[in-house]
């Protein structure tokens, strides 16, 4: 069982940047594919950044709206991952998850309850 506790929301205006954290509990935290997603009011929740960790590197994906602009990462010591949003536009205004799958699995199994960012303009 994994827990996950997101920090870091807030207001910012438009071309400004924030950094979220994301806390998660659980002894195989090296063994997860941690993600981020986000869901704007009125639309379905979307993919944001992902991150996994194997002795032979680190890899990571983006969404192409993120690209260039969001970079995440993780720290399997402290068990956390972090998502740097720089350059930020209002239509990235969403609740940011934080989620959890296992290697082995497609889907993401946890989930954290969500962090509000607004980017006004």
């Known amino acids: 069982q994994v827990q996950l506790v997101e920090s870091g929301g807030g207001l910012v205006q438009a071309g400004g940047s924030l950094s979220l954290s994301c806390a998660a509990s659980?002894?195989?935290?090296?063994?997860?594919?941690m993600g981020w997603f986000r869901q704007a009011p009125g639309k379905e929740r979307e993919f944001v950044a992902s991150?996994?960790?194997?002795?032979?590197?680190?890899?990571?994906r983006y969404a192409d709206s993120v690209k260039a602009r969001f970079t995440i990462s993780r720290d399997n010591a402290k068990r956390t991952v972090s998502l740097q949003m720089n350059s930020l536009k209002p239509e990235d205004t969403a609740v940011y998850y934080c989620?959890?799958?296992?290697?082995?699995?497609?889907?993401?199994?946890?989930w954290g309850q969500g962090t509000q960012v607004t980017v006004s303009s």
């Open positions: 991150i996994s960790w194997s002795w032979s590197g680190i890899n990571t």
């Open positions: 659980g002894r195989t935290f090296n063994n997860y594919v």
């Open positions: 989620a959890a799958r296992s290697k082995e699995h497609n889907e993401y199994d946890y």
